[in-house]
Nanobody, 126 residues
Framework: QVQLVESGGGLVQAGDSLTLSCAAS????????MGWFRQVPGKEREWIAA????????AYADSMKGRFTISRDNAENTVYLQILNLKSEDTAVYYC???????????????????WGQGTQVTVSS
């Protein structure tokens, strides 16, 4: 089992950069593919990126390529999401998630993940 706690959100200006962190506890972090999602009220949770267990393979939603970078530090049990050149449309609650090794769902969908953090709010003002 994995427990996840996101941090690093807040109120930022358009054009700023931000790095979100997701601290994980539990013995299975290093064996878990990790993902980041975001959600705006009234909309579906949107997949942003995923990273392999050893951090060597990353994947991004097409609309997220270029400004978003996912990374992880297994020694620190932490996964990160860097966002460059923030835009007002990036305003959302950002969630990290851990995929269970036994999961059969796609890593691009929320049903492909078994564990979720509580989310961190990012608000971009223009």
């Amino acid at each position: 089992q994995v427990q996840l706690v996101e941090s690093g959100g807040g109120l930022v200006q358009a054009g700023d950069s931000l790095t979100l962190s997701c601290a994980a506890s539990g013995r299975t972090f290093t064996s878990s593919l990790m993902g980041w999602f975001r959600q705006v009220p009234g909309k579906e949770r949107e997949w942003i990126a995923a990273i392999s267990q050893d951090g060597t393979i990353t994947a991004y939603a097409d609309s997220m390529k270029g400004r978003f970078t996912i990374s992880r530090d297994n020694a620190e049990n932490t996964v990160y999401l860097q966002i460059l050149n923030l835009k007002s449309e990036d305003t959302a609650v950002y969630y990290c998630a851990a995929r269970s090794p036994s999961s059969s769902g796609s890593y691009t969908r929320k049903d492909g993940y078994s564990y979720w953090g509580q989310g961190t709010q990012v608000t971009v003002s223009s």
